[in-house]
């Protein structure tokens, strides 16, 4: 069962490994508004229901086979309109990604749980490091914009170790950058298999959470 930020334990903890999407910030509610916006783009060629359902399908499949580049929203965009024969499907698919990307970054809000949890750790100087599979400069891009910089000392994503979670490399290099021994860190993420049975494979003790649905 998910844990609310408030009742983690830091006792003893020397770092923490976090993850971002849907832990940090409402992932879903975001990427349903962003693709609503990016849809607009390619509406002539699908409706909004058929584009989002086919959109997060394709998404969930690519992201199962563990490849950074299978998480590109322009590679998805790109096959989706080459499937329906749009001509020049590539420009539209650039054109597409850049506007999903621009809402997506430009609405993004912090959890206020998830602010509350950092705002511990910082002053308890206990180090944070983001374990993401997606890009680090996506991710970076959110973390900006939520203000939250000054929280997170490092970052470790799946384009700097070329593979996604629960792969053990990506927990290994976060207790690398965070100098620490794996029982002495503790992993947070939403996910129970990529966050909490990945961290337990590296040793690392897994908190599961779930962060609430944004409306704004």
């Known amino acids: 069962m998910p844990l609310k930020f408030p009742l983690i334990d830091l006792s003893g903890v020397k770092g923490i490994l ?50 950074p580049s299978d998480h590109s929203r322009f590679q998805i965009f790109r096959q989706m309109l080459e499937e329906r024969n749009v001509p020049q499907a590539w420009a539209l698919a650039e054109k597409t990604e850049s506007s999903f990307w621009d809402y997506f970054i430009g609405h993004i809000r912090p959890d206020k749980e998830a602010l509350a949890f950092l705002k511990k750790a910082k002053e308890n100087n206990i180090p944070v490091c983001l374990v993401s599979d997606m890009f680090g400069n996506i991710q970076a891009k959110k973390l900006q914009k939520m203000k939250l910089e000054k929280y997170i000392d490092f970052i470790v994503t799946n384009d700097e170790v070329f593979c996604d979670k629960p792969h053990p490399e990506i927990f290994r290099k976060a207790l690398e950058k965070l100098k620490i021994q794996p029982e002495k860190a503790i992993m947070v993420g939403d996910n129970p298999i990529k966050d909490i049975q990945g961290a337990a494979a590296a040793s690392i003790k897994g908190y599961l959470v779930e962060v609430l649905p944004n409306k704004n």
Request: aromatic fraction near 14%; charged fraction near 35%; proline fraction near 0%.
């Open 18 to 67: 976090i993850d971002l999407d849907n832990t940090l910030y409402d992932f879903s509610g975001m990427n349903r508004r962003a693709s609503r916006k990016a849809h607009k783009h390619i509406r002539k060629y699908i409706d909004f229901e058929s584009f989002f359902s086919q959109y997060t399908s394709l998404l969930k499949k690519n992201m199962e086979k563990g490849r």
